[in-house]
């Protein structure tokens, strides 16, 4: 039962216009959610992050929207690079009865960035 | 400033072989907590150590044990392999809520 889900697996978009990668949950006890992203045979390199408290964090050309009612965020990257082809993955975390953050991840969306 | 560090970087081993990764997390970080990640599938939860103690388990079988040492870099043990642990094995170290992660250690089980 995936908690996280990336819908889509892959997106091409052309340099210097918008990607928005998407992101959707089930589990209302998330309270903390991230961006990473992963090139092959490297580990995943965190990218920006959300609190439930807000609805949008920005960071440079990264944007992540977080709409709670719909259990949906998204990132948003203006504008895109072909630096940014990479594989992207969502997380969320929420704190449970152990005092522990695990992430739960999607399954990843690979966006390649055409020059 | 280093961040987080595993070792060693690639490993190949037979079934019923064991296996121990290790993991440095960044300095002032108490915080360690380890992933399988399989091809074409996002990170799985296996392990949580926070001050030495262990905060939190996946759904791992008891092959798949860790400890956390005073200096707070942290061991994966697996026993037995099975084929089904080949992966790269990801350690993510934190200070609050964002965790950090090392470059991963790629294990083949022959």
Not at chain 1, 31 to 55: Q, R, V
Not at chain 1, 89 to 105: D, Y
Request: charged residues 20%.
């Amino acid at each position: 039962d995936q908690q996280v889900k990336q819908n889509s697996p892959s997106l091409s978009v052309q340099e210097g216009r918008i990607s928005i990668l998407n992101c959707d949950y089930t589990n209302s006890m998330f309270d903390y959610f991230l961006w990473y992203k992963k090139y092959p045979a490297e580990g995943p390199t965190f990218l920006i992050s959300i609190s439930s408290i807000k609805d949008k964090n920005e960071d440079g050309r990264f944007t992540v929207f977080l709409n709670k009612s719909a259990k949906h965020l998204s990132l948003h990257i203006v504008p895109s690079q072909p630096g940014d082809s990479a594989v992207y993955f969502c997380a969320a975390s929420g704190r449970n009865a152990g005092n522990n953050r695990k992430l739960i991840w999607g399954l990843g969306t690979s966006l390649a960035v055409n020059p | 400033d280093a961040g987080v560090t595993q070792s060693p970087t690639h490993l190949i081993k037979t079934r019923g072989q064991h296996v121990t990764l290790r993991c440095s997390p960044i300095s002032g970080h108490k915080s360690v907590s380890w992933y399988q990640q399989v091809l074409g599938q996002g990170p799985q939860f296996i392990f949580q150590y926070y001050e030495k103690e262990e905060r939190g388990r996946g759904n791992f079988p008891d092959r798949f044990s860790a400890r956390q040492f005073p200096n707070y870099s942290s061991e994966l043990n697996v026993n037995a392999l099975l084929l089904g642990d080949s992966a790269l094995y990801l350690c993510a170290s934190s200070f609050s809520r964002e965790q950090f992660f090392g470059p991963g250690t790629r294990l083949t089980v022959l």
